[in-house]
């Protein structure tokens, strides 16, 4: 039971003919689960997007041209949602899925640009509601993991403190 699971900040699916090539990119590279941040949707969007996917999405909506994350599931998949939260800023969704006998918590995730380490602590508070014995999670946290690994050029810096915070809810999770 193999699952190909995608992760990409859109930076904006507003315009009719980036979404659709994005689309398409995602349905030619056969993702199961794709998390997507900065989708900048609205909850007018939902069913146009969904029909034009041709399959489930589940959103958290930020503004037209800010936020907003997703997690899409390719069509003709067998993914059953079991619970779903949203946060109300675009920032986070995560879901329970049944998929071959097993229940996955998903979560997608954009974090904030600025150091807002209450954000991971939202996030966790949230988790806690779910399955969590498989978890998987992508997005754009907005800092760096590992300064020496992840980061060339530039300055050395990062958001300290929510990278502390994500690390501790990893470690709970």
């Not at 029909?51 to 800010?66: A, D, R």
């Not at 918590?105 to 806690?128: E, H, K, Q, W």
């Amino acid at each position: 039971m193999a699952i190909k699971i995608g992760s990409y900040n859109a930076r904006g699916l507003r315009q009719p003919s980036k979404r659709r090539q994005q689309f398409a990119y995602l349905h030619r590279h056969h993702f199961d689960i794709v998390f997507i941040q900065e989708t900048h949707s609205t909850s007018s969007d939902d069913r146009f997007w969904c029909n034009e996917w041709g399959g489930n999405i589940l959103f958290s909506h930020g503004t037209s041209s800010s936020r907003g994350v997703a997690i899409f599931f390719r069509p003709g998949t067998s993914f059953d949602i079991l619970k779903i939260h949203c946060d109300n800023s675009g920032r986070f969704v995560v879901a329970d899925v049944g998929y071959g006998g097993s229940i996955f918590t998903l979560l997608s995730v954009y974090g904030p640009n600025l150091d807002s380490p209450n954000f991971y602590s939202n996030v966790s508070t949230c988790l806690s509601n779910f399955q969590c014995d498989n978890m998987i999670c992508g997005g754009d946290f907005n800092f760096v993991f590992n300064l020496d690994l992840d980061k060339e050029g530039g300055a050395r810096r990062t958001n300290f403190n929510a990278r502390k915070d994500c690390f501790t809810l990893m470690e709970k999770i």
